[in-house]
């Protein structure tokens, strides 16, 4: 059973709303509201997302735990009940570099910070980070056949040099040209290192002007590679000799 009739309830007490009004503020019959405070039914998901939207708490807290006060003084009474605009809402449009218009975002990125220039693509994530899409064109970040493939989409958040480690793969504007590598340290910069073998990496003095996105997220072209149940139950064995005769 979830919390959601025990919160509506207290949500209720808090606002000074009666049975039939909170029930009319989202089309219900008080009868069915009655029943979700008293235990005997669950809403449907519908109903769930209206309320816990407009009341600016997360789903999983309307459900899972009892909702506080203090996340009730931050209800913002302005927010969409309407499912279509929620779900609408959790996609954001992310500015999108491909091979077409890659030199020219290069060009007028340098001088002006911005993605103006560049069409946008629509992806199911949240948050008003500084985000950039970037179509992948070569194989430079494939070994042993994994990694990142031609065609594939990869989303990078802006990041300062500083705020970067090792090993981290980013999308880096390398003086003409967008590129995609992992990032590395050494004395007198950075280092950009390609996954594929006998490629020598591109060294950025730190004096450089170069920018960072940290790719976060990785859309596939292709259907992925799993480890099957065997190579699982192998591993597993593997390790437990491991430890049998460590001991």
């Known amino acids: 059973m979830s919390f959601f ?5 207290k949500i209720r007490a808090i606002k000074g709303l009666s049975q039939q009004a909170f029930a009319e503020l989202f089309s219900l019959k008080r009868a069915t509201l009655g ?17 816990a939207n407009y009341f600016s708490i997360s789903i999983d807290d309307f459900l899972t735990k009892e909702v506080t006060v203090n996340q009730l003084l931050r209800f913002n009474g302005g927010i969409t009940t309407d499912i279509n ?4 809402a959790s ?5 999108f570099v491909n091979s077409l218009n890659s030199k020219l975002f290069a060009d007028n990125f340098k001088m ?3 993605y103006s220039s560049l069409p946008t693509i629509r992806v199911p994530m949240e948050g008003n980070l500084d985000f950039l899409a970037f179509m992948v064109k070569d194989l430079f970040m494939v070994s042993d056949e994994e990694g990142l493939f031609p ?18 793969v980013v999308i880096a504007l390398v003086d003409d040209a967008l590129l995609i590598r992992r990032y590395a340290v050494s004395n007198t910069g950075c280092e950009l290192l390609k996954d594929h073998t006998h490629i020598p990496s591109i060294h950025i003095p730190f004096e450089a002007a170069t920018h960072f996105w940290k790719v976060s997220f990785v859309f596939l072209k292709r259907y992925p590679k799993f480890t099957s149940k ?3 139950k192998i591993n597993e064995l593997d390790t437990k000799l491991t430890q049998l005769l460590s001991k």
């Open 91 to 95: 996609f954001k449009e992310i500015p």
């Open 151 to 168: 065609n594939d989409v990869v989303i990078g958040e802006s990041r300062a040099s500083d705020a970067l480690v090792e090993g981290d």
């Open 35 to 51: 029943a979700y405070e008293e235990g005997r039914s669950e809403p449907k998901i519908d109903t769930i997302i209206k309320v």
């Open 112 to 114: 002006s910070q911005s």
């Open 230 to 232: 065997l190579a699982v």
């Open 5 to 9: 009739g025990k919160n509506i309830k």
């Open 85 to 88: 605009q929620i779900v609408k």
